[in-house]
């Protein structure tokens, strides 16, 4: 997780959520939920 830098806990709760969607939307959601997560959290 640090590696990826999503810092606030509803972004690692909701990163844990989609990583147990394996199914292939739930897959793609899960790249696209961390690309933007990294963008807003590489701020703080």
Known sequence: MK???IKTSC????Y???KMN????GTL???WF???AVI???NK
Do not use: A, H, S, V
């Not at 972004?11 to 909701?14: Q, R, S, T, V």
């Open 3 to 5: 590696k990826l830098r």
């Open 11 to 14: 972004g690692i709760e909701k």
């Open 16 to 18: 844990n959520k989609l």
């Open 22 to 25: 394996k199914t292939f939307l």
């Open 29 to 31: 959601r899960f790249y």
């Open 34 to 36: 961390n690309f933007f």
């Open 40 to 42: 807003r959290d590489f």
